[in-house]
């Protein structure tokens, strides 16, 4: 059956039908909020949340996004909404002093041919899941949805409902800030490693 | 300076997006053969993606997660279907 006819019948109040849909994106919602928030109880509860909401407003969905992306955009809400309340080390967040416009292109290490850079080192997926937490949360949501989920930059500025230009730009700003913290830290390493 | 700095970035990371057209794509080219820190610059860019990218794990959603999701939705009864 089309998706299309799911989410007719599931308008019309078809139990199974929604449950299908339920089914079909219930597991990506719970990674896209586990990987905002980082922790397994509140990404359960904007699960909840979300699925909550698609049944309450499905009769309002005109099908102009794609489901997939409707579905995102609730989940998205919800879980930006919920790191906004937890207000973890706001004053703390690095990327709030990061200034994109700083950014010189002078004496770069290249560290990327690195062979001993891997993600199989805890100390290395610990300093990137560092360096992702302290991201604000505007360039944080662009890059999951982007360069962690995979989606094109038109689904994901009909997800975040901001303009496909500004979606490049969050992106951009968020790669420099992420490679600015990786190279910090693996440039240090080599200099360690080499001297 | 700042600015021109500023756009060679956004043609990076925009090819990184393949989001270039062919002109565009012309330029980067042109750039990263002539000037080695934006090379050096695409290339760290590219490997810290990469390295996102493989430290991102998705778990299955766990089953007892997914019985209080249905529980809560009122949809028990059809937890099954596909």
């Known amino acids: ?11 019309q109040g078809d139990q199974q039908a929604m449950s299908i849909l339920v089914n079909r994106y219930s597991k990506r919602v719970y990674n896209l909020a586990l990987r905002i928030l980082r922790n397994r109880e509140e990404a359960e509860d904007i699960l909840q949340e979300t699925f909550l909401t698609v049944v309450a407003k499905l009769h309002m969905f005109d099908g102009r996004s794609s489901f997939f992306t409707w579905v995102y955009r609730i989940a998205t809400n919800s879980a930006l909404m919920l790191l906004r309340k937890k207000k973890i080390r706001r004053a703390n967040f690095k990327s709030n002093d990061f200034d994109p416009e700083q950014v010189e292109l002078n004496n770069l290490v290249d560290w990327s041919q690195d062979p001993t850079i891997d993600v199989s080192n805890k100390e290395t997926r610990d300093k990137i899941n560092e360096a ?10 662009v890059f999951i949805l982007r360069d962690i989920e995979g989606l094109s930059t038109r689904e994901a500025s009909e997800v975040l409902n901001i303009t496909e230009e500004n979606v490049k730009i969050r992106l951009l700003r968020a790669r420099q800030f992420l490679r600015k913290e990786l190279s910090d830290y693996f440039e240090e390493r080599l200099v360690g490693t080499n001297g | 300076m700042a600015k021109k700095n500023q756009d060679q970035l956004k043609l990076i990371s925009e090819h990184l997006c393949d989001d270039l057209d062919a002109d565009a794509c012309k330029e980067l080219i042109d750039v990263l053969k002539t000037s080695k820190d934006c090379r050096v610059y695409f290339d760290t860019v590219k490997k810290t993606v990469v390295l ?6 998705p778990e299955d959603l766990p089953e007892d997660i997914n019985q209080r999701l249905f529980e809560t939705l009122g949809l028990e009864k059809y937890k099954n279907a596909h």
């Open chain 1, 1 to 11: 059956m089309e998706e299309s006819e799911i989410i007719e019948k599931a308008k």
């Open chain 1, 132 to 141: 992702i937490e302290t991201l604000k949360d505007k360039y944080k949501a």
């Open chain 2, 52 to 57: 996102c990218r493989e430290n991102d794990c």
